[in-house]
């Protein structure tokens, strides 16, 4: 059974910058894909980030140039670094892992709340 434990949300101001963490326990983290969906209030769930075994990245449009992720194997840890952030960017951000190859498991955070103020 892999566990997620998030950290690093918070309340910041518009500009401003977040570091998340993503925790992993097991021994499948460093096969294994990661990234980082968010969910605002009223909307659906959208990705934000990821970040392969081989650590190829890719980003939903709207945070290319600020968001970055990345990931410590050794410290079983994806973080996503959150800079110049607006407004919108308000979620709760969740990590999730699949381990490779894909069996059908993906495994989640409990999710860590941002809110960023104007």
């Known amino acids: 059974q892999v566990q997620l434990v998030e950290s690093g949300g918070g309340l910041v101001q518009a500009g401003e910058s977040l570091r998340l963490s993503c925790a992993a326990s097991?021994?499948?983290?460093?096969?294994?894909?990661l990234g980082w969906y968010r969910q605002a209030p009223g909307k659906q769930r959208e990705f934000v980030a990821s970040i392969t075994s081989g650590s190829v990245t890719n980003y939903v449009d709207s945070v290319k140039g600020r968001f970055t992720i990345s990931r410590d194997n050794a410290k079983n840890t994806v973080y996503l670094q959150m800079n110049s952030l607006k407004p919108e960017d308000t979620a709760v951000y969740y990590c999730y892992v699949v381990p490779q190859p894909f069996a059908g498991n993906v495994y989640w955070g409990q999710g860590t709340q941002v809110t960023v103020s104007s």
């Open positions: 097991g021994n499948i983290f460093r096969s294994s894909a």
